[in-house]
């Protein structure tokens, strides 16, 4: 059942997308915001970092089974659409797309100073001197790795386990994008939150970067042998354990270098080189990124409908046999 609904929920998110007041992002931001002002201080910062990490997961994952469980007391009807509305807002198809596009218009438009400000909207980098290579980098590089964290990521969890499993996620998710920093700050107590996300994206990056190499079109014809070693061993090279396998995917099947220096204020900072850079970085680029995007989602929603159909299937003629 929740495949059938994952499936609705992944169509309304596409065509509707987030509400533009509210979100419940911002409540569990709220909580990990108000948690990290009074734990993060003193002495065993690591364990305070770890009961905010669980507190936040907890109250994010009982509050939605609880809304769930009593939509279906009530009538399953309601149970249905609850489902189908938490996991639509659970994901970040279209959000994600609107963001980059904005970038691209403003390229479009030779507005540089615009797509500089908009780029900065979605990265933590310095934006006020890029160049448009280095402006679409940031777009493509955002889109790859939150095509996961932002969308596949949360659809396997709802696939497997409904609007629950997809909030479980969030949680997780959201921690690690507030608090899992590695500064005097966060490094202590955004440690548990750091490795609670990289073990919860370990599947869904992967799985993502595979489908990558082999549902979307590469640019330059390697063998898929070539393309799948090149994809494996530049992924590694990515400070994140999990980044680098939707990264170096999206590099090696558009033909781009992704990585390079990065500047955070008066720090620059050098991200290892992923790819070849067989074309030069340009706004289509971004729009081949969000395509990969779309073309990954659809084909995780078929897969999941198609084993829900044998399973299925399976369980009724078992029954008779």
């Known amino acids: 059942m929740y495949t059938l609904l994952t499936a609705i929920a992944i169509l309304l998110d596409r065509l509707v997308g987030d509400p533009k007041s509210w979100h419940p992002v911002i409540w569990i931001g709220q909580l990990i915001s108000f948690l990290e002002e009074h734990l993060n ?5 690591k364990l305070k970092g770890a009961i905010a990490a669980l507190t936040v997961i907890v109250a994010t994952t009982a509050i939605v089974y609880g809304i769930t469980t009593f939509a279906a007391q009530i009538h399953v009807v309601l149970w249905l659409i609850v489902e189908v509305l938490l996991i639509s807002l659970a994901l970040a198809q279209k959000s994600l797309k609107e963001s980059a596009y904005v970038v691209a218009d403003a390229l479009e438009a030779n507005d ?3 797509a500089r400000t908009k780029l900065g909207w979605i990265v933590g980098r310095d934006t006020s001197h890029l160049d448009e290579p280095e402006i679409v980098r940031g777009v493509v590089e955002t889109v790859s790795e939150n095509t996961s964290d932002g969308v596949t990521a949360p659809l396997l969890f709802a696939l497997c386990f409904g609007a629950t499993g997809a909030w479980f996620y969030k949680a997780i998710n959201t921690l ?9 700050r966060y490094e202590q107590f955004g440690y548990v939150a750091a490795k609670l996300d990289d073990v919860a994206n370990f599947i869904p990056s992967r799985l993502t970067g595979f489908l990558l190499l082999i549902a979307t079109k590469a640019v330059y014809k390697q063998p898929f042998r070539e393309r799948f070693a090149n994809w494996r061993s530049h992924a590694k090279l990515h400070p994140s354990p999990n980044s680098g396998y939707l990264e170096a995917a999206t590099a090696w099947q558009l033909g781009i270098r992704l990585g390079g220096y990065n500047r955070y204020g008066a720090r620059e900072s050098f991200r290892a080189y992923m790819g070849e850079p067989y074309e030069i970085l340009q706004r289509k680029h971004i729009e081949a990124a969000v395509a990969h995007m779309h073309r990954v989602v659809l084909l995780i929603t078929l897969g999941g409908v198609f084993i829900y159909a044998i399973s299925r299937t399976w369980s009724e003629s078992s029954f008779f046999i």
């Open 41 to 45: 201080e003193g002495g065993a910062r």
């Open 112 to 114: 540089m100073t615009e």
């Open 176 to 184: 690690d994008s507030m608090i899992a920093y590695k500064n005097e």
